[in-house]
């Protein structure tokens, strides 16, 4: 299609821009300058890492508690058909090449627990996961801790103030496009994460709203999720998107990546209400490379504006 054409196009422009302020901000210029970045915000268990992994083809670390405890840099590389899946993990002055998308959730726990502490609290430190392949979209994510209200087991008392001052201090950036990760089941009103990205970008000029668990919405309220979608209830000028990835059953169940998409698909195209949201908000409108390409010409043209 020509909007394919198009993104392709620019992704082969701005390729090289995206590995500069990706090589910079492993040089920690970051700390003097400020580099357009996309930023993955959630409230605990809103289905943020199933996002991204539906995005990367790999699975991130998750479960109940705070599962993402150190910022994770997500650096997702477009390869040629032919050419196979590779990937790297570094973080302070180590650096493992990965050849199996299966490592990559034991390594950033590995990782996590020598620069956070295992299980406790969060660290600044930036653990960076490189994944190239032939399925994942050219595009640099950061993904930062689900924001929770109470500290449990041996977490620091304060571990939501934490989360709070780590998540600002990359939302706040203007150079920052935040996306924001909404569960469908809860009233979009009450959540934290909008709130915050709302506080420090209240015309929604570089906020992105991504809605997950449409399967657990009470019936009779699906109407208010269509029109969340249809941006009439919290207006973003990028508007929203829904996506439906694995659930911890599906998990449990080895239910891969490509079925999960398969599984998505036919959701959305049999749902009586959630069929009729606009065409190219979901993840699998078009395969699931279409919301990383949306996600991608937002931020070229974000890079652009520069």
Known sequence: TDSFNLCRQYEEKVRPCIDLIDSLRALGVERDLALPAIAVIGDQSSGKSSVLEALSGVALPRGSGIVTRCPLVLRMKKLGQEDEWRGKVSYLDMELELSEASQVEEEINKAQNLIAGTGLGISDELISLEVSSPSVPDLTLIDLPGIT???????????????????????????????????????????????MAQEVDPDGDRTIGILTKPDLVDKGTEDTVVDVVRNLVCHLKKGYMIVKCRGQ??????????????????????????????????????GAGTWGQQVTLYFIVFIFHF
């Open 149 to 195: 209200r109470v500290a449990v087991g041996n977490q620091p008392t304060d571990i939501g103030r934490q989360i709070k001052r780590l998540i600002r201090k990359y939302i706040q950036k203007q150079e920052t496009i935040n996306l924001v990760v909404v569960p469908s089941n809860v009233d979009i009103a009450t959540t934290e994460a909008l709130s």
């Open 249 to 286: 059953q599906d998990i449990q169940s080895r239910l891969s990546l490509a079925e999960a998409l398969q599984k998505e698909k036919a959701f959305f195209e049999d749902h009586p209400q959630f069929r009729l949201v606009r065409p190219g908000c979901t993840l699998q409108a078009a």
